[in-house]
């Protein structure tokens, strides 16, 4: 699944041991149809390498691959939408505080990926 939109939230890293041993997990919120009165917004997460390698900094308007899971745990279920691909959204309107990887200083974020000779979404 796919959608565009702009992130207005970036939650801090969270970090854990689990049985494949250490992981860290970042949240992110994105407004996506931002021209209706009552704009939707969605909460997805990237999870390891990603994180670094995307760099998502609010206010960036992005186009977010993901695939929505579901797990139980102690009874209750838990939906979980992970994202696999992250990209500048092109047809996004000019002045949206994205700033094209080649304009970029040598301290500005930038969210290309680092590793392209990889196409796995994992």
Request: hydrophobic share 30%; charged share 25%.
């Amino acid at each position: 699944m796919e959608t565009r939109g702009k992130i207005i939230a970036v939650q801090p890293v969270q970090t854990g041991e689990g049985k494949n041993g250490t992981w860290k997990k970042q949240d992110y919120v994105i407004e996506y149809e931002q021209n209706t009165q009552y704009p939707r917004k969605m909460m997805f997460n990237l999870w390891g390498d990603k994180i670094d390698q995307y760099n998502i900094t609010e206010g960036q308007s992005l186009k977010v691959s993901f695939d929505i899971d579901c797990r139980e745990y102690n009874g209750r279920w838990y939906n979980d939408i992970r994202a696999w691909k992250v990209e500048p959204d092109e047809d996004a309107p000019a002045g949206d505080g994205f700033v094209p990887a080649a304009n970029l200083s040598p301290s500005a974020p930038s969210i290309a990926p680092s590793d392209e000779s990889s196409d796995l979404p994992f």
